[in-house]
């Protein structure tokens, strides 16, 4: 091979790193949730979500944008110019997080108050926005690292800052917050602000070392603009949205007389269950994160061919996987639950969001082909669509329905955003699916899962549940032998992607 990954080899570094680094996050939700429990997990979830909507507003799209701009510029064989690219994208970052971090510093107050609810969490809003430049920087330089296939030294660096942070944040967890909410949420944001500063200095340096060679200027404004305030919109109302909701919904819930305590259920939605649901998919960023940039360079190419085969395969492996792991918690909700957290609740909640898995993990993976073939005002208008239907369905039907409204709101803005994307991508690149196959595909899931949830052990579901799936995939031809062959071609080192 040469010196070089191929995307599907340069994914399975990612997913190595990526599960690594999930796993951590997991573990390290498990933790807090036994130190400070369900409420305070959920105190925990609103002020990540305030320090979270700054992130993406001060990130404004850049790290995107970086990757995008990196991919074309070496796809059209100008080496020479990325210098100017990232000059241009670290002004922007700079600009749009300083902007971002004095109204956040300012502020701070105000949002404890009015918006989480608890004043002990000033501190560690004010923490956030210190360091905010240093973290979106990070974005820019990971975007660029990603672009130009580095990406053993960017998950080498990943992994050094994640473990770092988890040290500290630990560290300040056991000798300082003790079983505090308020001290909790600062030793989170100190922790991950201290390995931020790390990967900047470790990243820049990289580049530094590469002694990199500067050509003639080129513009970049305007093409900086174009890519990356579309999706500054897109992830800022997506992330604003989210951010309303999160702050909306513990309100909303106490008017529902069949909600006990309203933080508790959804820190244990949003704190237990979709870390768990959502662990698998650290495999599908892996690929996620190549797709952007691997569809930008093909594109400016015109390799229209091989858009097709990656857009093709990558639709197919997704909902394979989803499917799989769809049962898997389904079958083992039981189990997880009770050695993770403790909680049947718990249980009960990761099977039910855990039959949207394979939408979800298709959804993520659309998202990034849809983005690397140029398509982020689309996305935007997507985002607006069902960001206001899933604000007005949390609204109207929390007081009356509970938890049973949100899963419905959650269900329906997922799946017609879902069916939006494939839909734009499938036109752009020409692509027919036939529906018949993921139809029969998740029938098969249905009555695997129902065969196999007769048996006592859960290794024998998950044993039983494995080999029916795997043999109703094949006949429904969801997974095909060429797709063995192509497992066998990475095995032996050829490089199959090409074509």
Same mark, same amino acid.
């Given at each position: ?45 609103? *002020? ?27 796809? /059209? ?16 970052? +700079? ?7 004095? %109204? ?20 560690? !809003? ?41 040290? =500290? ?33 470790? !990243? ?10 500067? %050509? ?6 305007? /093409? ?47 704190? =237990?269950?979709?870390?768990?649901? =959502?662990?698998?998919?650290? +495999? ?14 093909? #594109? ?9 085969? $990656? ?44 039959? $949207? ?11 990034? =082909? ?10 935007? /208008?997507?985002?607006?669509? *069902? ?8 609204? $109207? ?35 027919? +699916? ?27 579901? #998950?044993?039983?549940?494995?080999? !029916? !799936? ?9 997974? /095909? ?19």
């Amino acid at each position: 091979m040469s010196g070089k990954m191929n995307i599907f080899y340069s994914a399975l570094m990612l997913t190595g790193v990526n599960l690594l680094l999930r796993l951590v996050g997991t573990s390290f939700q498990v933790y807090l949730s036994g130190r400070i429990g369900a409420a305070g997990i959920g105190l925990l979830q609103l *002020t990540m979500s305030v320090g979270s909507l700054a992130m993406v507003a001060g990130m404004g799209g850049i790290r995107t944008a970086t990757m995008y701009l990196t991919a074309e510029e070496l796809g /059209r064989g100008r080496k020479n110019s990325v210098t100017w690219v990232l000059s241009g994208c670290c002004l922007y970052s +700079i600009l749009f997080s300083g902007t971002v971090a004095f %109204g956040l510093y300012t502020f701070a107050p105000w949002l404890a108050e009015n918006w989480i609810g608890d004043v002990q969490t000033i501190p560690s !809003l004010r923490l956030f926005a210190a360091f905010l430049p240093v973290v979106c920087l990070c974005g820019v330089m990971s975007g660029y690292f990603t672009a130009a296939e580095r990406i053993g030294t960017l998950a080498a660096v990943e992994v050094g800052e994640q473990l770092a942070s988890m040290v =500290m944040t630990m560290g300040a967890l056991v000798l300082w917050a003790g079983n505090d909410p308020g001290r909790a949420c600062l030793s989170v944001v100190l922790g991950s602000a201290l390995g931020a500063c790390l990967t900047l200095c470790c !990243l820049g340096l990289l580049r530094l070392g590469e002694r990199p060679e500067t %050509g003639p200027r080129i513009p970049v404004r305007q /093409r900086l603009a174009e890519t990356a305030l579309p999706l500054a919109l897109a992830d800022d109302l997506r992330t604003g949205i989210t951010t309303a909701e999160n702050l909306m919904v513990p309100k909303r819930l106490a008017l529902c007389t069949a909600v006990e305590n309203p933080l508790a259920a959804f820190g244990l939605v949003s704190g =237990m269950v979709f870390p768990v649901i =959502m662990f698998p998919a650290a +495999i599908l960023f892996g690929l996620n994160e190549l797709l952007i940039p691997e569809l930008a360079r093909c #594109s400016a190419a015109g390799q229209t061919r091989r858009i097709r085969y $990656l857009v093709r395969r990558s639709l197919r492996v997704t909902l394979v996987y989803g499917l799989t792991f769809c049962g898997l918690l389904y079958l083992l909700a039981d189990e997880l639950c009770m050695g993770l957290y403790g909680n049947w609740d718990a249980a009960k909640s990761i099977r039910l969001y855990g039959l $949207l898995v394979p939408m979800l993990y298709c959804d993520a993976v659309t998202d990034a =082909m849809t983005k690397g073939l140029g398509q982020q005002k689309v996305c935007v /208008r997507y985002n607006i669509i *069902t960001s206001a239907m899933d604000v007005a369905f949390l609204y $109207l039907l929390l007081p009356n329905y509970g938890m049973k409204g949100y899963f419905f709101s959650f269900l329906i803005t997922h799946l017609i955003n879902f069916l939006l994307s494939l839909r734009r991508l499938l036109k752009i690149t020409g692509l027919r +699916i036939p529906f018949h196959t993921p139809v029969l595909a998740t029938s098969g899931c249905l009555f695997a899962v129902f065969a196999a949830g007769r048996l006592p052990s859960p290794i024998l579901r #998950s044993g039983a549940y494995l080999a !029916l !799936l795997g043999s109703i995939l094949f006949l429904c031809r969801a997974w /095909r032998r060429e797709d063995l062959h192509w497992l066998m071609g990475l095995i032996k080192r050829k490089d199959l992607t090409k074509r």
